[in-house]
């Protein structure tokens, strides 16, 4: 009996310590990832001039393209709930040409919060597809979304 007990103590140990290791490991990739974006766009946003932007509050950065169904879907949530967005700074960046990218925002009157930014530029700060959603809290990268993302969600993490 006694081994018994001492084979199922050691099991969990065991099971604890792996559990604390990957929980670990997960949280340093997490840092890791976050900080290596943050590196890659601060080059973006120190060549527009909003570095200090950032500092102050909030900014949602949208990279998106205009014949993406999810990066439609994506925009025209944002849209739809633009007043919900009144104290966050809004940014649009995409890599395909500017007057294609300038259009899709004009018709969902988002088009005073696109960046131009070179198409080099942005595939080189953008891992993956479209549509990816950044959230930056006092100049830093508080959430790195891929894919579509709900309107309450990103506002939960901007009222934290």
């Not at 900080?35 to 120190?46: A, R, T, Y």
């Not at 960046?115 to 479209?130: E, Y």
Request: hydrophobic share 40%.
């Amino acid at each position: 009996m006694k081994k018994k007990i001492i084979i199922l103590a050691g099991l969990i140990m065991a099971s604890l310590i792996t559990w604390l290791g990957v929980t670990s490991i997960s949280s340093l990739k997490e840092r890791e990832h976050r900080e290596e974006i943050q590196n890659k766009l601060s080059s973006i946003f120190e060549s527009l001039g909003i570095q200090n932007d950032l500092v102050d509050g909030a900014i949602l950065l949208v990279y998106f393209n205009s014949e993406c169904e999810h990066c439609q879907w994506e925009v025209r949530e944002i849209s739809e709930n633009l007043a919900r967005f009144e104290n966050i700074k809004l940014a649009f960046v995409s890599h395909e040409p500017e007057e294609q990218a300038r259009a899709f925002l004009t018709q969902h009157k988002l088009e005073s919060f696109y960046l131009k930014v070179s198409a080099d530029r942005v595939m080189s700060s953008f891992d993956g597809g479209v549509p990816q959603i950044l959230i930056y809290k006092k100049g830093l990268l508080e959430r790195h979304y891929r894919g579509e993302v709900r309107i309450e969600v990103i506002l939960e993490v901007l009222d934290d």
